[in-house]
């Protein structure tokens, strides 16, 4: 079955540093990709949707500076934390959507934690 | 290891009949447990969620699900669907907490149909 590879799975950085978590889609192309956040005992939220090879669109409230999205292939989306901040620990998860077909798959998430 | 299972890949159902969508989870502890859709073009919405108390939990756009401990089970209900219930289900479990991130897992979704 279709595999969607987040990387890394658990992270930790001192404030003030960048992070870069990326999401793959392992075995098929995703024109489309979506980054979550979730918070504690919370729902998933939406950040941003990313469209290969164009300008992601953040939902409201997210800083785009803050949480640079990259979608450069088929198969590769990144979200980069700058700048991190202990508010910024989180868990970060990925869907990607299959080209074609439309069925959405999962990462297995990041976990960041920032000191 | 944490996991969801959604048994049913696709489910049709004419507008108008009652609905239920199933997911069994396998889980240590006491979970919390999320359904989440998806239309065709938007993001995940939350439907409804599970964390402690009554374990039939009222969500919006008049679905409900029961968490039932003995089954593994928290499956997901509406008395009678729209044309614009037609989307992509997801059932969800925090797999775990604490740090200010909880992880969660999902499982891979059931795709609704709404015949006329």
């Known amino acids: 079955g279709a595999v969607v590879s987040q990387h890394p799975s658990w992270v930790i950085c001192k404030s003030g540093t960048s992070v870069k978590i990326e999401c793959r889609s392992l075995?098929?192309?995703?024109?489309?990709m979506f980054w979550y956040r979730q918070f504690p005992k919370q729902s998933l939220m939406l950040m941003a949707t990313s469209n290969e090879g164009s300008k992601a669109t953040y939902e409201q409230g997210v800083e785009k500076d803050k949480f640079l999205i990259n979608h450069a292939s088929l198969t590769l989306s990144t979200l980069t934390v700058t700048s991190a901040h202990p508010e910024d620990s989180s868990f970060y998860i990925c869907s990607a959507r299959r080209t074609g077909t439309g069925e959405l798959f999962f990462g297995e998430g990041s976990r960041l934690t920032v000191l | 290891a944490q996991s969801v299972t959604q048994p049913d890949i696709h489910i049709t159902v004419s507008e108008g009949a009652s609905l239920e969508l199933r997911c069994n989870y396998s889980y240590g502890a006491t979970p919390y447990l999320f359904w989440y859709v998806q239309s065709p073009g938007q993001g995940l919405q939350l439907l409804l969620k599970y964390f402690s108390g009554d374990t039939l939990v009222q969500g919006i756009k008049g679905f409900e699900a029961e968490f039932k401990r003995s089954q593994s089970s928290f499956n997901l209900r509406k008395p009678s669907v729209h044309w614009s219930d037609a989307a992509e289900y997801f059932c969800a479990v925090v797999t775990y907490s604490g740090g200010g991130a909880d992880g969660l897992t999902f499982g891979k979704g059931t795709h609704l149909i709404i015949q006329p």
């Open positions: 075995d098929f192309q995703a024109t489309t």
